[in-house]
């Protein structure tokens, strides 16, 4: 599948959240050349688990903004996070428990995975943010 640029669409209008952004789509492109390319099995693990960990460090740092300007959504928004890690978590464990690396199919769910949580939850924090930073 082609890269994920990341664009103005995809910006949520907080400097800081758009580079943690950036740096995600970074690693999900890391990882979409790697399968692509049809590199080692372990080598492809490893960067699925670097994207996992820099995502839960960025929900991490979202949450400490939502504390910090009093964001009403923080409940709801942090349960998102948190299935999000589990979703990405429970592919991992499926993926070892059936010695399988990644496929095709699994790149468009983390694709999805992604860009869809940007676009919906955090498009709402950046409007919410943008105004009272
Ligand atoms: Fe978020």
Sequence with gaps: MKDLIWDQSLSVQVQEIDDDH????????????????????????AVLEELICCTVWHFRHEERLMLKYGY????EHR?????????????????????KTIS???????EYWLTGHILGADM???TYLGEEM
């Design 124 to 126: 709402q924090l950046g």
């Design 72 to 75: 009403e959504g923080l409940v």
């Design 104 to 110: 095709g199919e699994n790149i468009e769910f983390l």
């Design 79 to 99: 349960t998102e996070h948190q299935e999000l890690i589990d979703s990405a978590r429970a592919l991992q464990q499926k993926l070892l428990r059936e010695n």
């Design 22 to 45: 950036r740096k995600l789509v970074d690693l999900f492109n890391i990882l979409n050349h790697a399968v692509a390319e049809g590199d080692a099995k372990n080598y492809i693990e």
